[in-house]
């Protein structure tokens, strides 16, 4: 057993793991539903187009697909996000990196929630206040998940359960991620912008759920090491 899953599993008693397992669950999930309700909303709406309009636009005010969107897709989003961060936080190692992604992930989260009450105006250029909300909310998830993903690369090294491969593969997808957003503000690519968010964002999701589907499988073994053994064993 590794130091870091001996001193995990020594602070968590069974039902704890359990909880994170479920969330784990979650968040293997949410992200790759994310990614195909907007691929369907998008090809459901005549005349928008993924590679020059952004996802937001599918959420806007003058959306046919707003509230599907907004409720299922951001605020599902959201949902899914934040139940990693439980996961997050119950199976590795604690430690101030740790408290560190979790609070990032936990930012995301939020603000990815609250996005849904705030669509942007028509073709997100957004004049009103609700408009401006909407890309005042969407601001942390855009940098708190790929933060999280580049801080996980510490936080997995000092687990002991992560092979450098994990390490270097989520600070990568995290600078990467991270890079989109100056790219996509400076309008580098004209016409482009819908291809260029899903190409910062996508990477981030499926961090998510890779990272998920890890913590699923260290919570069952955990679950299984502290099952007491059956009669006869």
Request: hydrophobic residues 50%.
């Amino acid at each position: 057993m590794t130091p870091g899953l001996a001193d995990a599993e020594q602070q968590r008693p069974p039902r704890v793991w359990a909880v994170g397992r479920a969330l784990a669950a979650v968040g293997a999930v949410g992200p790759m539903l994310y990614v195909g309700l907007t691929m369907v909303l998008g090809l459901t709406w005549t005349g928008y187009d993924p590679i020059r309009d952004t996802q937001s636009e599918l959420g806007a005010v003058d959306s046919p697909v707003q509230v599907v969107m907004n409720v299922a897709g951001f605020m599902g989003l959201g949902v899914s996000i934040l139940a990693f961060a439980g996961a997050y936080a119950i199976v590795l190692r604690p430690g101030w990196p740790t408290w560190v992604a979790t609070a990032l992930l936990v930012v995301a989260g939020v603000g990815m929630v609250v996005v849904g009450f705030f669509p942007c105006d028509p073709g997100c250029v957004d004049v009103t206040t609700t408009g401006r909300l909407h890309g005042v909310f969407s601001a942390p998830g855009a940098i708190g998940l790929p933060a999280a993903a580049m801080v996980s690369a510490l936080v997995f090294g000092r687990d002991g359960r992560w092979s450098t491969g994990w390490q270097l593969t989520s600070f990568v997808l995290g600078a990467l991620s991270l890079a989109s957003g100056p790219i996509i503000a400076a309008e580098v690519v004209a016409g482009a912008n819908g291809l260029l968010q899903r190409a910062g964002m996508w990477p981030s999701l499926l961090w998510v759920s890779a990272v998920s589907i890890r913590l699923l499988v260290l919570t069952r073994a955990s679950v299984d090491r502290q099952r007491p053994p059956a009669a006869g064993d």
